[in-house]
């Protein structure tokens, strides 16, 4: 979405007339990339940091390389959640976290698996609830998981 975005800024300063109108039907400026990219880390983080919050976690816990089962629980739900909540892509999830794609991928197969198998409650409820809350504290709805009736 990035590189389309930025494809259409370039695309459309460089179609201008000498009274600097545009020739297409794009007559209107695109925002920087950096400051879209930036609004999105900024919500992402403001809601890490409640769910972080609420649970007694520090973010850098989080994103570090701990192993343990509650911090990766935690670790892949938000991964599911930024995927499909705020439409990120692997690599962008995998920045945010200090991980590789392929380990943002596992974490959200792992997930759809709970859900797909009603067992996400079983191993993350206290997580889910947490993230369902600071969701629902900062835009005012209930996250896609909980439309689909868990």
């Not at 976690?57 to 390389?65: E, N, Q």
């Not at 670790?75 to 599911?80: D, N, T, V």
């Amino acid at each position: 979405m990035c590189c389309q975005l930025h494809a259409l800024w370039a695309w459309t300063a460089s179609n201008q007339n000498k009274d600097g109108k545009g020739m297409s039907a794009f007559n209107y400026s695109v925002p920087p990339i950096e400051s879209i990219v930036g609004s999105i880390q900024r919500d992402v983080t403001r809601y890490i940091d409640e769910i972080c919050t609420e649970l007694e976690i520090t973010p850098s816990d989080l994103v570090s390389a701990s192993r343990k089962q509650h911090l990766t629980d935690l670790r892949h739900l938000l991964m599911y959640i930024l995927r499909e909540e705020f439409q990120m892509t692997y690599d962008e999830i995998g920045r945010f976290f200090h991980r590789d794609h392929t380990s943002v991928i596992h974490g959200c197969k792992k997930m759809m698996l709970y859900i797909e198998t009603k067992q996400i409650n079983l191993f993350c409820g206290i997580y889910l609830q947490a993230a369902q809350t600071a969701y629902k504290n900062q835009w005012g709805r209930n996250l896609k998981i909980f439309q689909n009736g868990l």
